[in-house]
Nanobody, 123 residues
């Protein structure tokens, strides 16, 4: 019903910035909240940030507060993750997800997932 495609990942030096994008297609009129998760090799999938369907509410993992910003443009069916002050520990595959209209921090509460985009931060 919903397809998600992430983009914007790449290689960046520590202290740099990237902006990830996630474009939704299919049932894009649904009132989906959106989330970003990440997964490093050998690690569990980790919550990064979430935003409600209208964009009025956001929620961040503690380690991302002050550095990452989630936003969305429903006219473009796109959600963004602005990442600043990147650290090598941020290296992971980043996934966007769609689910409840409300902010959610648990992967199991999302219904649709993108294929991910690689973010690599060098020291």
């Amino acid at each position: 019903q919903v397809q998600l495609v992430e983009s914007g990942g790449g290689l960046v030096q520590a202290g740099g910035s990237l902006r990830l994008s996630c474009v939704a297609s299919g049932r894009t009129s649904s009132r989906h909240g959106m989330g970003w998760f990440r997964q490093a090799p050998g690690k569990e999938r980790e919550f990064v940030a979430a935003i409600s369907w209208r964009g009025g509410s956001t929620y961040y993992a503690d380690s991302m507060k002050g550095r990452f910003t989630i936003s969305r443009d429903n006219a473009k069916n796109t959600v963004y993750l602005q990442m600043n002050s990147l650290e090598p520990e941020d290296t992971a595959v980043y996934y966007c997800a769609a689910g409840s209209p409300f902010v959610r921090a648990t992967a199991g509460e999302y219904d649709y997932w993108g294929q991910g985009t690689q973010v690599t931060v060098s020291s």
